[in-house]
């Protein structure tokens, strides 16, 4: 008897294992996901869509495999969007504010001066408000799945130190195709144009546009330094990027596929702040190193660009909703123990 229980036994963890053994084979489709991004290999982005894919790979048995394309090789944020509506391409990872035309929304995190830290942005963007923002994303074709850091923007030029607003009138400045950065710009007094970031560098090199606004970790990365000289330190917004899946070609994977996605983005987030934070620390020095005059804006200043910015706010309101606006403010007003 005792015998025959220790042979059943056996025999069910052998089945058990067998089950799970096969349960993988089945679960995992070969899959080649097209993942575009638009900065190049060695950036943050680029480090960051590496370390996305081995976690894939890794979580599906080699079965689901990345094949990450950078520097806009797929087109730019706008036509990668539509690539994943359509299902010609499965996944990208891009700015938030190159969504806005599709997901109003997404507005939000364009709003000038809205997180003060990285901490504030992380607990918004994880919480309950980015995830809604996310969601709204569905009913265009397109699943959101996390947030990763591009950063606090600072300004850059050819012309001149940028020390007070005066100083931005008649600067050809590129911001990204948002009506929300379009307005911002014009309002501080600056010829705002749109343009993808991929035509950037060359525009700042013909002389098209006299500078742009970005996170330290890219006028590294893309080189700005090489046609820029002026850098003012503004952190005049936090902008994140997002994450995205074609939803076409989401909604045919099973259970255990979305969950391998869901696991390797939330795994790539978090090396993806911590990484970007730590080259972010020394990315000012580095620009400095490569002949970059860095400036600061006075307090005085700085209060006079952010009071003439909030008259965005109220248009940021509108487009995104007046719940989702105050529910945010609120959120905020929480975390800074208001
Ligand atoms: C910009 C953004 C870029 C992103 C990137 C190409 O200025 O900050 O970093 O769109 O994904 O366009």
Avoid: C
């Amino acid at each position: 008897m005792k015998l025959f229980r220790r042979s059943l036994l056996a025999a069910l963890s052998l089945a058990a294992l067998a089950s799970t053994g096969a349960a993988i084979a089945q679960d995992f489709k070969p899959r080649l996901i097209r993942f575009g991004y638009g900065l190049n290999e060695q950036s943050n982005q680029g480090r960051a869509a590496k370390v996305f894919a081995e976690a894939v790979e890794k979580a599906s048995g080699g079965k689901m495999k990345i094949r990450a394309i950078g520097a806009a090789a797929l087109g730019p944020d706008t036509q990668m969007q539509q690539a994943l509506i359509g299902g010609a391409q499965e996944m990208m990872v891009g700015s938030t504010a190159t969504l806005v035309g599709i997901t109003a929304e997404m507005a939000l995190w364009d709003t000038p001066f809205l997180f003060n830290n990285t901490r504030e942005a992380d607990a918004v963007l994880d919480g309950p408000i980015g995830q809604k923002v996310l969601d709204k994303l569905q009913d265009k074709g397109l699943v959101g799945l996390v947030y990763w850091e591009n950063g606090f923007r600072n300004l850059t030029n050819s012309k001149r130190p940028v020390g007070k607003l005066e100083d931005l009138n008649g600067i050809k400045l590129r911001v990204m195709q948002n009506n929300v950065y379009l307005d911002s710009f014009k309002t501080l007094g600056a010829n705002a144009v749109p343009l993808p970031f991929s035509e950037l560098f060359s525009a700042m090199e013909t002389n098209t546009v006299d500078g742009q606004e970005n996170p330290y970790n890219t006028i590294l990365s893309s080189k700005f330094y090489e046609v820029q000289k002026f850098l003012s330190v503004t952190n005049h917004v936090y902008s994140p990027w997002v994450l995205l899946v074609s939803k076409k070609w989401w909604d045919g994977l099973n259970a255990a596929e979305k969950k391998v996605l869901q696991d390797a983005a939330r795994a790539s987030r978090d090396f993806e702040r911590k990484d970007t934070r730590e080259e972010a620390t020394r990315a000012l020095a580095d620009l400095k190193a490569k002949g970059m005059q860095i400036n600061e804006l006075s307090p005085a200043e700085s209060a006079r660009m952010r009071d003439k910015l909030t008259k965005v706010n109220a248009s940021i309101a509108t487009q995104v909703g007046m719940d989702l606006w105050r529910d945010t403010q609120a959120e905020l007003a929480k975390l800074r123990g208001q």
